[in-house]
């Protein structure tokens, strides 16, 4: 049965694998003289034995299908608006993006009134600003327009 | 011991002058905020500070964020006892009593105590920081690169053994953030590894955006979509004085929290949240009423509130010293002195002393700030929870953004932080803790070259740290807490660690 170790421990013996792979490509070195790829490989052996044993000692915890995700369209949407402010923010500049994924995230996510969206994305985006950028002297990227 | 005194003068001078004592008095603030609004904790709000101290001098900007993190062990208090939500997770065990109190009417009186016990606690444990961190640092002048090796090794293991849940995955967790911690340029060679042509990727995955991703966004996504916090209970203010017998009941448990908390704080691992869980089972045993612990027991918020704040001083003393993080918020503090040019390790109490010693002062200094600023103002404090959270996240967020994208100047780092805070919720619905691998990503450069260095010192020999006494005596104790671990293990018992995972289920 799949349950909640087997799935973790499985998961964590892939990457093991996958940094294995990618470690090909760098000088293992010698005892004597360790080369670039000698941690990488150790610590992913260790992960990829680690990784075994919670798989091989996962059985008596829960059933994968246990796991409950009731938040998941909340954390889709935030997920969502963090990969546009990244982005976003050289591009349109600190103010305007901030304002745009507070606008998403109270006005359409948390379908809060219109007004108070506006009011609190404005005053957050030009007060953070302010605070951060002029008073703290904290470089903040502008867009277009020195916005 | 007149050196010493000579010395704090020193510092005292460097405290006491206006523009420190401000930046105290500002990080206190902050940290208090910090510690009050649930999910956002000390570590994130160091993190998200820490680009704002960029244009202060190093001393300036170590004592405000020195000051965040203390702040926040008193603001994490305040939402245990008022509404039963930790504000950072080393207040969980303050809410089984806390709450208890503030349902029977003596809401103040444990807001007294638990600021009261927290400024015994801090005051007394810096003292012990100014006495253990200058001999330790003499000391680890004997280091070379294999009793460094041992030591971090050792501080990875220790943490993995104290963190609550299951060892062997929070050792997986510790593998993990090492081979994370791999990425970017190798000192030794030159080469890049795993940055697959990010230029950025070249210094490495920064801390700041690792610990930020984990913690903050995590707790985000987790969280957001969850009915909002129940109703705050409310102070009044002449409450606030505790009873003759309930500060009675709160002087021992306040000792005893102190000693206990330091001792804890200099073992690596997540020391104030152990240090306060295993303060309030020391108090359990010892009460002549165990049947009152988790229905108001005075000793249950003085004992685990004084040891949670004295485990603060008590992780600086590794950090000091060794230039060795015990936990992820000493590792956050550790890469915030290096922003600022300070290396912390066996030389810094000698080649700047002020910076040190300054340090020391200030918190003395901020102690009595918390204390003074706690208690009356706490109702300024708990206000900010009357914020309802739909709006409170979507500003932590832009907060968690602003933060990481400051500290380089990058949006690879806002990258790292989103896809950090994926990998933290993903761990946190499988039951995995994420403070190994915060943990492991700033050990991972220093364990490295250590143990490099060690195999070209001895030829390839791993019996070389079996043949120096120091790192021969951290392994074998770091052997010791495995088999430990294991005989748990084989027994299939509930150790004091699965206990702990409980308590912080809100089991208990």
Redesign the interface.
Known sequence: MLT??R??GAS?AL?ALF?LW?SRT??LG???????????VL??V??LV??I??AA?GGPTPPLTS?A???????LA??L???F???A??RLG?RLT?LL??LF??GVV?R?RPVATVV?AVA??TG?YLL?DTL??????RGPFGM | MLETLHNLAIGFSVALSPPVLLYAFVGCVIGTLVGVLPGVGPLAGISLLL??T??MDATRAIVMLAGIYYGAMYGGSTTSILMRIPGEAASVMTCIDGYAMARKGRAGAALAIAAVGSYVAGSASVIGLMLLAPPLAAFALRFGPPEYFALLLFGLLVLAYMSSG?M??S??MA??G??LG?VGI?Q??G?F??AYGVVELGDGLGVVPVAVGLFG?AE???????PVPPKVIEPRLRELLPSRTEWRQSVGPIGRGTVLGFLVGIIPGSAHIISSFVSYALERKLSKHPEQFGHGAVAGVAGPESANNSATSGAFVPMLALGVPSGPIPAVMLAAMMVHGVSPGPLLIRQQPELFWGFIASMYVGNLVLLILNLPLVGIFVNLLRVPY??L???I???S??GV??VN?S?VD??I??GM??LG?VLR????ETAPIVLGVVLAPMI?LA??QS??MS???YAIFFQRPIAATLLVVAAGMMLLSLRTFIRRGLDWRARMALAEKGES
């Open positions: 909640v170790d799935v973790a964590l990457v940094v990618e760098l000088p010698s005892l004597a003289n360790p080369g670039p790829a000698y941690m990488p610590l992913a260790l992960l680690g990784g044993a919670i000692l796991l995700f009731p938040e998941w369209r909340h954390a935030i997920f608006a963090c990969a402010a990244a982005l923010l050289e600190y901030v994924v507070l995230l109270l948390e809060k609190f957050f985006a953070t951060f703290l002297r904290v470089p903040l990227p | 680009p704002a960029f244009g299951s062997l995955k050792l997986a593998a993990l090492l081979l791999m190798d030794m060679s080469y590894r795993f966004v985000i996504l987790a969280t957001a979509g969850q739909p709006y996240y979507p500003a967020l832009a907060f953004i602003l994208y400051a100047g949006v806002v990258w932080m989103l805070g994926v919720y619905k499988l039951d995995f490295e143990l490099r195999l070209a030829d390839g020999h």
